[in-house]
């Protein structure tokens, strides 16, 4: 079997593919992985000095994503232990079944910190999107998808995210989800897709954002769509400029 790189288009004859590449970090439970992503590409997005912080990709989206784990995972004491949660930023605080999130000195609310870490989280997420996109249905190599590649692998530009804000505490997952974490695509008919956008669903988390290059038109003509797909399940869309845009607890739950 030869192996192309999803990332960086290269093949196994100028490239390794030793190690395996987890499509979600290890760290929030992640299980698969992708065959197509090179050992230069894997390491990159797991490496702190890549990232020019003291965070790399893979640790913005385990400081975001961790809490509503593991806040489901307590919510079910049926489920198996899965380790202490562990975060420099936050941390769970539970009364009378339900939480709140106590924030850590080293997390901080200036602009600069938030603009740093949100675009670190973004960029966490087309790397998700792309590896599990692969994964499942094989694509990812095409032209259409260099922005993403620019954006996430090589930090050029910028793409923008959408995050839906639910409007009931009701959210269907699979029985493992919170301990293995699952990213899905059209699992509920409120995620909208079509050729230029894409929606995706994780751990109770609803986002937005383009996969090709858009105009203006195009983005608002989705934006309208989108929420009028929604209409009744969701309170609106935040395009996300900062980590606190996105509910990190998922507070809908405490309703």
């Given at each position: 079997m030869s192996y192309r790189c999803i990332w960086c288009l290269e093949t196994e004859q100028s490239v390794s593919f030793d190690k395996k590449a987890h499509t979600i970090p290890k760290s929030l439970g992640g299980q698969n992985f992708n065959n197509n992503?090179?050992?230069?590409?894997?390491?990159?997005?797991?490496?702190?000095?890549?990232?020019?912080?003291?965070?790399s990709i893979e640790e913005a989206l385990k400081e975001t994503f961790n809490i509503s784990r593991r806040r489901f995972i307590l919510a079910n004491s049926t489920k198996r232990k899965v380790g202490r949660f562990k975060s420099k930023y936050f941390e769970i605080k539970e009364r009378n079944g339900k939480y709140r999130?106590?924030?850590k000195p080293s997390f901080s609310l200036q602009p600069s910190f938030q603009t740093k870490i949100c675009r670190s989280f973004k960029r966490g997420l087309f790397k998700m999107f792309l590896e599990e996109l692969n994964r499942q249905k094989g694509l990812g190599f095409e032209e259409n998808f260099n922005v993403i590649r620019a954006f996430a692998r090589y930090d050029e530009g910028d793409l923008p995210v959408f995050y839906f804000r639910r409007?009931?505490?009701?959210?269907?997952?699979?029985?493992?989800?919170?301990?293995?974490?699952?990213?899905m695509f059209d699992r509920m008919h409120y995620l909208f897709s079509n050729e230029k956008y894409i929606e995706i669903e994780f751990l109770g988390h609803v986002f937005g954002f383009p996969?090709?290059?858009?105009?203006?038109?195009?983005?608002?003509?989705?934006?309208?769509?989108?929420?009028?797909?929604?209409?009744?399940h969701f309170t609106g869309a935040i395009a996300i400029n900062r980590l606190i845009d996105v509910d990190l607890i998922l507070n809908v739950l405490n309703k």
């Open positions: 992503v090179c050992d230069s590409c894997n390491e990159y997005f797991g490496n702190r000095s890549s990232n020019k912080e003291e965070y999130l106590v924030v409007k009931f505490g009701v959210i269907l997952m699979l029985k493992s989800e919170a301990e293995t974490p699952v990213l996969i090709t290059e858009f105009n203006i038109e195009s983005f608002e003509q989705y934006a309208k769509e989108s929420v009028s797909l929604k209409r009744g």
